[in-house]
């Protein structure tokens, strides 16, 4: 299930703790709730929204070719030891 930005926000507690996580004014995460997040605050906060939803989002489905690059200890070890992780 696909989650909105309002939803993404609102589960990070708002639009000010997003902001101050990220280290970004409140009026940019703000516009993101029509605009979408953009990807690369969305994969800094991947973690975050994938702990706190019990895995309603998740970052291997919705990156399901790059969530080894960018979060190599969700691959399996299997994979790990190929990739000499």
């Known amino acids: 299930m696909t989650m ?3 939803e993404i926000i ?4 708002g639009v000010t703790a997003v902001a101050n996580q ?11 709730i029509e605009s ?6 969305l994969i800094q906060l991947a973690g975050q929204i ?8 998740s970052r291997r489905a ?3 070719d790059k ?3 960018y979060w ?9 030891e190929a990739q000499g992780v």
Do not use: N
């Open 22 to 32: 990220l280290g970004i004014k409140p009026p940019s995460v703000h516009a993101w």
């Open 50 to 57: 994938e702990a706190k939803t019990d895995g309603r989002f």
């Open 72 to 80: 190599p200890e969700l691959a399996s070890p299997a994979q790990q």
């Open 67 to 69: 969530y080894k690059m």
């Open 10 to 13: 609102s589960i990070l507690g």
């Open 4 to 6: 909105t930005s309002k």
């Open 36 to 41: 979408g997040i953009p990807e690369v605050r």
């Open 62 to 64: 919705r990156w399901p």
